[in-house]
């Protein structure tokens, strides 16, 4: 899809699967199942969808989904699946790994930053070895001392290597990136999560990661029990989807599987998806 001189996909890494309750925290499950079918072992498949974007003279890739550096325990809880991965699919836009000049992770846990690195030899080293990786500070900090509540949630495997290359760039607060790519702090999932945003040839896009990681979260208190911050997350979406509606911007989902971008449309109260199929 074009935005005036900027190009963007969204692709994405496979699916994984995560407990239905913590995905959507104080929403009973009769009312969640309705949107997300539950397995026997009450998880619901989730996509873990990424953008490659052409902005600017530079190839930037906002998420790298969970990478393979997995063993059998956590193949088994995670159960993800889908091919090709993320790798295969840049190579299918013709896009080299050494290609890419900029990472975004929105945060670091680990359905978002798993292919950051590789498996090279018996080492871990960035998958992309040429680019800058972007994350908030206070994500990263916190990534490397995380609290007993979240410290499933990361593997230092896929951030630790980065930094010892030397190919972090910390942030702290807003950022344009390049011209028609800016990272807008919206915290409560994490202490310091971000969101993307792509503008160009006056239209909007809006990545919003896990602010809203599927169209079931678009009603406000819709919120994962995952989120550090639940009431931060609420303020934040209480700001944040109005004005995605009233300017008619693009809403890009990081898990939704079957929804990945839709336009918003307000009615009694409710919001309504318009799907907009962009591959």
């Known amino acids: 899809m074009r935005l005036g001189d900027l190009e963007f996909l969204v692709l994405t890494d496979g699916t994984l699967r995560l407990d239905g309750g913590a995905m959507f925290g104080v929403i009973p499950k009769p009312m969640w199942e309705k949107k997300a079918r539950a397995d026997e072992r009450n998880r619901i498949v989730l996509a873990m969808n990424c953008l490659l974007i052409r902005a600017a003279g530079k190839t930037i890739v906002v998420e790298t989904g969970a990478g393979d550096k997995w063993d059998a325990k956590r193949r088994d809880i995670y159960a993800f699946e889908g091919s090709p991965r993320l790798p295969e699919q840049l190579a299918r836009q013709g896009v080299k790994l050494e290609d890419v000049d900029i990472v975004i992770n929105t945060h670091l846990h680990f359905d978002h930053c798993g292919w950051d690195t590789k498996i090279v030899g018996d080492k871990m080293r960035p998958t992309f070895p040429n680019a800058k990786y972007v994350v908030q500070k206070k994500d990263f900090e916190h990534a490397k001392n995380p609290t007993e509540r979240d ?113 918003l449309h307000s009615r009694d109260g409710q919001y309504e998806v318009e799907p907009v199929k962009i591959d």
């Open 151 to 263: 410290r499933a949630s990361f593997m230092a495997d896929n951030y630790v290597p980065v930094a010892e290359a030397k190919q972090w760039e910390l942030l702290e607060g807003e950022r344009q990136i390049v011209p028609g790519v800016t990272v807008i702090p919206a915290p409560g999932h994490t202490d310091a999560m971000q969101c993307v945003k792509l503008e160009g040839g006056g239209k909007t896009a809006i990545f919003l990661a896990d602010l809203v990681p599927t169209t079931a979260h678009l009603p406000l208190p819709w919120i994962m029990g995952f989120d550090l911050y639940p009431l931060t997350t609420l303020e934040n979406k209480k700001k944040m989807l109005p004005q995605i509606e009233k300017h008619g911007w693009l809403a890009l989902f990081a898990h939704d599987v079957s929804t990945r971008a839709a336009y």
